[in-house]
């Protein structure tokens, strides 16, 4: 029958439909996948920016103690001359020593943080060389996999055009039923019957059914899945 062939055509048309439009709502998460190793970048990037801004803090407030301390120190020499007595003496020495011990133990808490802060530095440049070069590498991915996308497009509104020529073609009785099932089974309204069996649903076919499916005389269906069901001659094998 022409209308089992137009069917088989029809389904093979709405199965890379099926496919295409499958494959299309994954387009979000694969250009999510890619960006992945971006947004690791960008997440270690700010990292390393928050651990430079804290010791950029650390730094400028031990610069800030240190001249405190400093200023200190000079408002200490220059009382030394006011003290009269050995014992304000002795007790103005220990308070510059105390003052001393202090600036030179900044000084070295400041040689580290100064230390910090090159660290910091560098790994925020690092970091942003690396984010740079993944910006580039996602770009290109995202491009790549949006191209792919876009060929899918143009071979869906070719297939959507075929569509539209053979549907009217069909005998509506069968045309309607075709779009129930199709309903049901998307990929597979129409299958092949095979070895004795629906591929379908792998339910086995009674011999005068299947019979009937081979002469392809009228419009066949799976006893179980009630899909309609086409038979494909096998292919001869090459004489030797």
């Known amino acids: ?133 993944e910006e580039k590498t996602f770009a290109e991915r995202k491009s790549e996999i949006e191209s792919r996308f876009v060929s899918g497009d143009k071979e869906m509104e070719e297939l959507a055009r075929k569509r539209v020529e053979i549907f009217p073609k069909i005998t509506e009785t069968h045309s309607q039923y075709y779009s129930s099932i199709l309903a049901r089974y998307p990929e597979s309204a129409v299958v092949e019957a095979a070895n004795t069996s629906c591929t379908g649903c792998s339910m086995m076919i009674p011999p005068q059914m299947f019979n009937n499916v081979r002469k392809g005389e009228s419009i066949i269906k799976c006893n179980n899945c009630r899909r309609i069901l086409y038979y494909r001659e096998p292919a001869a094998e090459p004489s030797r």
Do not use: W
């Open 1 to 133: 029958m022409e209308d089992l062939r137009l069917l088989v055509e029809l389904q093979g048309i709405d199965t890379r439909l099926f496919e295409l439009r499958k494959d299309k709502e994954r387009l979000p998460k694969l250009i999510s996948y890619a960006g992945e190793a971006l947004q690791q970048i960008k997440a270690e990037l700010e990292a390393a920016r928050a651990e430079l801004d804290q010791a950029g803090k650390e730094k400028r407030a031990a610069d800030a103690e240190l001249q405190a301390e400093n200023e200190h120190l000079n408002k200490l020499k220059l009382r030394t001359s006011e003290i009269k007595t050995n014992k304000e003496y002795f007790a103005h020495l220990k308070e510059i020593e105390e003052c001393q011990k202090k600036i030179a133990k900044t000084e070295e808490s400041e040689l580290e943080l100064m230390e910090k802060v090159e660290k910091a530095e560098a790994a925020v440049s690092e970091k942003k060389a690396l984010a740079g070069e």
